[in-house]
């Protein structure tokens, strides 16, 4: 049984598999068609490239995790592959690098899969992940190897090698955290306190968490990194929630967000401004709304069909191959391209909760739930940065933006969750199986 | 667990929904207010940044060309002659616009003319360069003569081929480097800017077609021509010999000749001393009517169809204007009061003799080219104005060779080459004139007409015309010509 639904599935797989490929390659053909007027002397050797290394990375899911969902690693690749044509068409340099991330991040996730043969393996060095968690995060605040860039003190310097530890901590703290509130779900989901009026769990069970969770804020806020503060707080947030099931702390949470953010405006400029541009961006076009408002005016000169690849002028947004790569897919894809990018988000996020509700194990669960949380999450807040939904908070879109630490980071998560689905695949099918031969 | 994780599919959903209606209302519904936002520079800059073609003279030198650069606009203009072209390749300026033949022939430059397009289909797959390069009917060899005749004093240039209306020479000082408007770096264009616009002495202003002086003398070329058209003869009427000229309807007033000198005697005569007395009381025997339409023959009161922009039109006051007022009409036949002229206007005047009573419409533009140099357009010669016959043309042609055998233009005569020229004075207060000169040769096959002005020259005289500006005329003249 596991064998017949790991070969549909990794049948879907390959094919959808190719179909990125092939957007993929389109898409880099079509961008070099505007830039130059003749086709591109290396499509060849890039097309060798992408397809090898979907090719590897699917053989390695065909070995490693036969029975996983195949939608999940064609969405990826289709996002890698649409965010390096557009990281090529804005910077060569960067195109050059990002082929390496890509090559290393499909290494980690074989690397991912290889290691982590069993969810139970996670489960067990929950500690160990909790410690590594907090010294990622902490790492960008050592003297020597932590450096400012942009404002924000979030990049670890080694050598020549600078990489954002706090992308990795995300995962670290996510598997921490899964195995955490599995253990403890129960005593914390009974409250046992009352402190002024309201009923609170025992501090004994919550203080790791709130340790856990205090620490990433304090330590986020003094590297001014607001959008992986957003995001850590919002999946913390979530998984506590299912963990427990208890609506209080959502209410609680909303109410610390609210005090935090207000805090944070009060008391931190580059909080403030960042609302600011968000209320209104236009008195200060020139100023620090100048990014925000480049993105909308890029937004709307793709209309809905878009300009075409390689044919705007989306270079004139600052950080336009990071975090605000989806400006540039707007002004170039239209409407019809940032939409292809939400639904792609919308089904892997679709595609994670489904791995979680199916999972039979609670640390599975919730581990699913939480990755899944962190992609949905980063993914809103960035769109819905740039598009002035919500405040602007610096972080990468998941997959697409320019960026290895990202890169590897979320292929690490993408392969997790294959672990997850793949561990219930085959626990379903071989209660099946059990069942048919009773 | 599994009520929470359903619960946060539901959330997540409806945040992307929430993300699908920003989308819609960036990209769709506001697209078109975003897009005319006064601070979107996206269509502007596209626009300035698309490939342009280069401009260059008749003897091929580039005075305009486009330079890749790479950074947000791509590509430079670039002006290699500086200030000796300016006023006709105009600049290329992403905040103040463009100019001159910039302006004028934007859709050829840019490859958005028709011509190049049908030329293109084919093209269309290969992404061809389709840009064009625009020659120019001047040459950097004249152009050059005419500015230094004209040295560091106020004044313009403009050197015709009456047959064909092909402007051959367009100089004025001061002019402007236009490089500095047409950098990248906006603070550098707006402090050149605001330089060139304080100046007083309006270095941007192309005086050869959008400045406007009294005409002075040289407008008796018009008044003459206008007298031969209505009964006027060479030898008919005798104008009487006078110091100055009692004025109709003034009170007394009096038209003096200058320095109180005494002239008069049939047309050849009074128009090679440039008679004030005569050729007033030749307007006055004319009456408003017929000196009105004589001007507006000679293209008076209309912008001449020069291919660049804002062209200045020359105005002479409607024939009402003199109906109670005969000092006026007689003051306007001698090019003052209220008759202004550019120098283009006084050149397509002499133009208009030189070429039979004809003035073909005047152009900088000779062809067009593409980027593999097939011509895909040509100046097509035009007839702009007819105001006089051939035959008081060929009178005027021998008047005016009069003028330069013994008159007041002598020092234009050129060896070997017949100049037929006219000189001008028009007195603008403060005790200083402008001077003119409007001349062509050979006379009996005019190849080359120049008009001249120089600004506020001291020693108010009828000599002066032919002492300031007669040698930037021969100069051009003699430059111009094949065999002086």
Known sequence: MTAIIGAIRRNTELGL????????VGAYVLASLGRTSSLPANAGPFLGIVIGLFVIAHVATRRLAPAADGTLLPLAALLNGLGYVFIARLDHTLAGLQAVWTALGIAAFVGTLLVVRRTRDLERYRYTFALIGIALLLMPLLPVVGRNINGARLWVRVGSVSFQPGEFAKVALCIFLASYLVERRELLAVATRRVGGILVPDFKYFGPILLAWGLAMVVLVAERDVGTSVLFFAFFLAMLWVATARSAYLLIGAGMFAVGGFVAVKSFAHVHERIT????????????????????????AGGIFGTGLALGSPQRIPEVATDFIFAAVGEELGLLGTCAIIVAFLLIVGTGLRIALRAESPFEKLLATGLTTIIGVQAFIIIGGVTRLVPLTGITLPFVSYGGSSLLANYVLLALLLRVSDSEATRRSTVAAESVAA | MNRQIHKLGIAALVLFVLLFVQLSNIQ?????????NRLNTRQAVKDFSQPRGAIQTADGVVVAESVDTGDQFQRLRRYPTGPLFAHVTGYFSFTFGSEGVERTYNNELTGKATKLRLNSIGDLLLDKKHTANVTLTLTQKLQQVATQALGSRKGAVVALDPRNGAVLAMADYPSFDP???????????????????ADTNKPLLPRTYRERYFPGSTFKIVTASTG???GVTTTQPVYPSLTELPLPQSGGQTLKNFGGERCGGPLPQILAVSCNTAFAQMGLDLGAQKLTSGADAFGFNTAPPLDLPAVARSLFPPASAFRFDKPALAKSAIGQQDVQASPLEMALAGAAIANKGVAMAPHVMAEVRDSEGRVIDTFKPDQWKKPITPDVATTMTDMMVGVVQHGTATRVALPNVQVAAKTGTA?????TSHTWMVAFAPAEAPQVVVAVIVENQPNVSEATGGVVAAPIARAVLQAA????
């Open chain 2, 228 to 230: 031969l058209m209505n």
């Open chain 2, 179 to 197: 490089n500095p408007l047409s950098a990248h770096d906006q603070k550098v264009v707006r402090a050149d800017w605001n330089q060139l616009t």
């Open chain 2, 28 to 36: 769709v519904l506001s697209a078109k207010r975003l897009n005319d």
């Open chain 2, 427 to 431: 007195q603008t207060g403060n005790n």
């Open chain 1, 277 to 300: 541009v968000w209320l209104n961006p236009w008195p200060l076009a020139n100023g620090n709304g100048f990014q925000t408002i480049q993105a909308l005016f890029a937004l709307a």
């Open chain 1, 17 to 24: 598999m190719i179909l990125a490929a092939v957007l993929t």
């Open chain 2, 481 to 484: 010509l094949p065999n002086p």
